[in-house]
């Protein structure tokens, strides 16, 4: 599981106040297409899923009502052709909340974002929260080696090994590399850090 990745029929609650907003709201609960809103390392407690994930509701770009070229749409972030449709979604930040863990199915996942669509969506997130918005490449530079960590705790899994076990190896000194395989990462030692993961059994 990763920020930005998409998932299909995911509850959803709605409080609706209606004309009465004095009294109790109504609570509605829909089944909706949603996106993984939370930064990696919140995402993940210990190596595992967290059991609270902050989500938000994807909508039909025609039904936001936003403009062709996007601009002035401060609270979405546009997803071309999400279902290959040719139909432009996006997601809709004014719809925050939060799923149980259960609910985020791998099964049910339908997109995962490139590395350049995850600086992206932080970009618009930055200008949803601020009004600033960071430069692309500033975003992407921010995030390689929490991308690189993610790629590289696919390969240990992928390699049968426990994915608890992966962060307590991310923090355990290399001799040969002279610092934390986490801190060889920080500095751009990628290529350092998979050799040693390759390594790890042997």
Known sequence: ???????????????????????DPKIAVERRAVMLLGYPCDIYAQGSLAKVQTIAVLREAEKLRVPQDWRGAFTVCPLPDLYGDGQPWAVDFRTMGI?????????????????????YLRQRLSIYHTRVAVH???????????????????????????????????????????????????????????????????
Not at 1 to 22: H, L, S, T
Request: net charge negative; proline share 4%; with cysteine.
């Open 136 to 202: 692309l490449d500033d975003c992407q530079a921010a995030g390689r080696a929490t991308w690189e960590e993610i790629d590289l705790w696919e390969q240990w899994t992928d390699l049968g090994r426990h994915p608890k076990q992966f962060q307590s190896w991310l923090d355990s000194f290399n001799l040969g590399i002279g610092f934390t395989h986490r801190e060889a990462l920080e500095r751009g030692m990628t290529h350092l850090v998979a050799s040693a993961l390759m390594a790890a059994d042997k």
């Open 99 to 119: 799923a149980d863990r259960f609910y985020l199915d791998p099964a049910k996942r339908v997109a995962c974002l490139s590395e350049f669509g995850w600086a």
């Open 1 to 23: 599981m990763f920020q930005g990745d998409i998932f299909d029929n995911v509850p959803y609650v709605k409080v609706m106040a209606g004309d009465r907003p004095e009294a």
